[in-house]
Structure formats: C-alpha cells, structure tokens
C-alpha cells in the first residue's frame, strides 16, 4: 500500500496529460474498441448536454489521511490543494443564488481543510435542501480535534455519505490501507450514537461501496441489503442506503488498472456492459463541479483529468447558471464507468 500520492511520487499517471495520453490511445486509437464520443452517437445522444442544474459539488482540497489504492483524486496527507476563504466565499455566493437543490462538499478528506467548519456553517444558512459531506469516516477517528464532528455534522443536519469498500476487514483494509477498517466501524458507531442512520431519522447516513478489482459493482440493492445485514449483526451499526460506484479509470485506479495488467480486460467491459439508459442520468447532466481553486467542471472525475467545461464561464467568480446550461458536456473514455450496467454517479446507480 502507497503511503504518497502519484503526484508526491512523480509518477507519470500523476499528470492529467499522462492519463488523457492513455485514455485516448491504445485500444481506442487501435479501433479496438469505439471512442465513448461514437458510441454515444450511435444511440442518437450526442452531444451530450446538460438537464436541470441540481447538485453544487464542491471540492474543498485534495489532503486526506488516507491514500487508498483506487483513489480518483490522487488524495493523501501530502497533497496541498486546499480551498481559500476567498474561493469559499465565492461558493457561497452562488449557493445562496443556485437552482440547485443539493450541495455535495467532497474533497481529499474536506474535513481537513482548516476552514471547512466555517464553510459548513455559513452554507448551512443558504436554505438548501440536502446538505451532503462526503466523509471517508476514518478522519473522525485520526486526531482528537476530530471526535466531535459527529455532533458537529448533527448540529448543522448535514447528510454524511461514507466511504465503506466491505463489511469484512480484509476487503476494506487492502483497499484503504491496516487499520482502516477497526476506525471506520468506531465512526459508523459514533454516528449511530448522536442519531445517524438510525431508522426514520432525519439525520441521514449513507454508504458508498466501490470495488477492491478491476470489476464491476453487484446489484446495488443485494449489496446494501448485505451489507445492513453484516454490519448490525456483527456491530450493531443502521444506515439509510448504499451507493455502489464503479471505478473510473483515472488516477490511482488507472496505475492500478496498469500495473495489475488489467486495463485493456477493463476498458473492454466497461465498453461491453455500456447501458445507452444509464446515459440520460449521468451525473454531469445535473451536475456542477467545482475545484479547490474555484474552476467548474462537469464532474468530479473531469475535473481530475483537467477538463473544464465548454462555456465561457469556467470560474466560480463568473458563475452563471444560464450561460453555464447552454453548454456541451466534455467527454472521454473514462465516461464508459459511469454508462455500464446500471450506470453510476456519486449517488449510486442511475438506473
């Protein structure tokens, strides 16, 4: 298991150039296998464009406790990507003013960034109607000045969605490195204890599932089921739903995908379990994202690759959400994960 990120490393895949290199060569450029551009042209779905602006992601910086093998992010403790007060501000701005109804702040571990309990605080006061953070659970448990979100998260109602890659400790901690586990069942518990997850609680708790290999997700319905089960047997630990995420190709995932020889397998059946259904909810349709440093993407995974969107505001400091829903949705081959089976978005399947 790394302890630094491909970045810190200076790995090749720690450039987006690298990556977008990869992604649009080798079977794709073959003709092996169609561009995602084409397939989506085959069913009459390009260019893909966005619908109703619904959800303000907002990436508060790439530190994290944690450097997980599949991270998407290239995540860990020495990435120094971290939010401004000013970009906040400029967030809460718009956020005041968005259609959206739903603010997702992910990162890194958003926990970390120094002004992330401000951030929350003054967000909270906007009106909005699911308040989400994306915690990897771990953090509640990595410093004492941690012990209290819990009670912090339930104070301002926030909704948690968690990081849980399996109910076993082997799966969990091969993914998120030893120990990973021990402290994400004492999280789960902690939350549990202020009233998260808790059947018919408005403080909602959910977990997202995404796999240890190069695979696809299950059903995602069996999965949670699996996993309610487990976890309240062997802990005592509720909450609400899963969310199963299939890995994209990018990042630590792609080296992954690489190293393991399993990215040509990959790329293959992703291309083969495309689901021309899953296209009319992907997450880009009703989604925008937003960097540490303030620049809007369509998703979370373009803007890890770099891709801003095609509009002439591509600044939280310009936003305009009229102007930014006159646009054409950026794409490319890793845009296969979010199409296959049932497809997939930060909020779990899309069919």
């Given at each position: 298991?790394?302890?630094?990120?491909?970045?810190?490393?200076?790995?090749?895949?720690?450039?987006?150039?690298?990556?977008?290199?990869?992604?649009?060569?080798?079977?794709?450029?073959?003709?092996?296998?169609?561009y995602f551009r084409d397939k989506i042209a085959e069913s009459g779905q390009a260019p893909l464009r966005p619908g109703?602006?619904?959800?303000?992601?907002?990436?508060?910086?790439?530190?994290?406790?944690?450097?997980?093998?599949?991270?998407?992010?290239?995540?860990?403790?020495?990435?120094?990507?971290?939010?401004?007060?000013?970009?906040?501000?400029?967030?809460?701005?718009?956020?005041?003013?968005?259609?959206?109804?739903?603010?997702?702040?992910t990162g890194g571990a958003p926990e970390m960034n120094p002004d992330f309990r401000w951030f929350v605080e003054e967000?909270?006061?906007?009106?909005?109607?699911?308040?989400?953070?994306?915690?990897?659970?771990?953090?509640?448990?990595?410093?004492?000045?941690?012990?209290?979100?819990?009670?912090?998260?339930?104070?301002?109602?926030?909704?948690?969605?968690?990081?849980?890659?399996?109910?076993?400790?082997?799966?969990?901690?091969?993914?998120?490195?030893?120990?990973?586990f021990d402290k994400s069942i004492k999280a789960l518990q902690e939350l549990n204890r202020v009233g998260y997850g808790?059947?018919?609680?408005?403080?909602?708790?959910?977990?997202?599932?995404?796999?240890?290999?190069?695979?696809?997700?299950?059903?995602?319905?069996?999965?949670?089921?699996?996993?309610?089960?487990?976890?309240?047997?062997?802990?005592?630990?509720?909450?609400?739903?899963?969310?199963?995420?299939?890995?994209?190709?990018?990042?630590?995932?792609?080296?992954?995908?690489?190293?393991?020889?399993?990215?040509?397998?990959?790329?293959?059946?992703?291309?083969?379990?495309?689901?021309?259904?899953?296209?009319?909810?992907?997450?880009?349709?009703?989604?925008?994202?937003?960097?540490?440093?303030?620049?809007?993407?369509?998703?979370?995974?373009?803007?890890?690759?770099?891709?801003?969107?095609?509009?002439?505001?591509?600044?939280?400091?310009?936003?305009?959400?009229?102007?930014?829903?006159?646009?054409?949705?950026?794409?490319?081959?890793?845009?296969?994960?979010?199409?296959?089976?049932?497809?997939?978005?930060?909020?779990?399947?899309?069919?």
């Open positions: 298991m790394a302890t630094k990120s491909l970045k810190a490393r200076n790995e090749a895949l720690g450039t987006v150039n690298k990556q977008m290199e990869i992604l649009n060569g080798g079977i794709f450029a073959s003709g092996e296998l169609p109703k602006l619904e959800i303000l992601q907002i990436n508060v910086g790439y530190m994290c406790n944690q450097v997980c093998e599949h991270c998407h992010v290239d995540a860990g403790p020495d990435r120094k990507e971290i939010m401004t007060r000013e970009t906040m501000e400029q967030c809460l701005e718009v956020i005041r003013n968005t259609g959206a109804h739903t603010l997702d702040l967000a909270s006061k906007a009106g909005i109607q699911d308040f989400i953070v994306r915690s990897n659970l771990t953090i509640i448990r990595a410093n004492k000045k941690y012990y209290d979100l819990p009670e912090f998260f339930a104070k301002y109602k926030v909704h948690v969605v968690s990081s849980m890659p399996h109910w076993t400790r082997g799966k969990t901690d091969k993914q998120r490195g030893d120990g990973v808790i059947p018919d609680s408005p403080l909602k708790l959910d977990l997202v599932y995404n796999p240890s290999g190069a695979y696809l997700p299950g059903d995602q319905a069996a999965m949670e089921r699996d996993f309610k089960k487990a976890l309240m047997e062997d802990f005592g630990i509720s909450f609400h739903s899963l969310f199963a995420i299939t890995n994209l190709p990018i990042a630590r995932f792609l080296d992954y995908l690489i190293a393991s020889e399993n990215y040509e397998d990959y790329m293959t059946a992703l291309v083969d379990a495309y689901n021309p259904e899953a296209v009319k909810s992907v997450m880009c349709t009703n989604t925008i994202s937003v960097s540490w440093d303030g620049w809007l993407y369509d998703c979370d995974f373009n803007q890890m690759l770099g891709l801003k969107v095609a509009s002439k505001v591509k600044h939280i400091k310009d936003y305009n959400e009229a102007v930014l829903q006159d646009r054409n949705i950026i794409i490319s081959q890793h845009c296969y994960g979010c199409t296959a089976g049932a497809g997939s978005s930060c909020q779990g399947t899309v069919t």
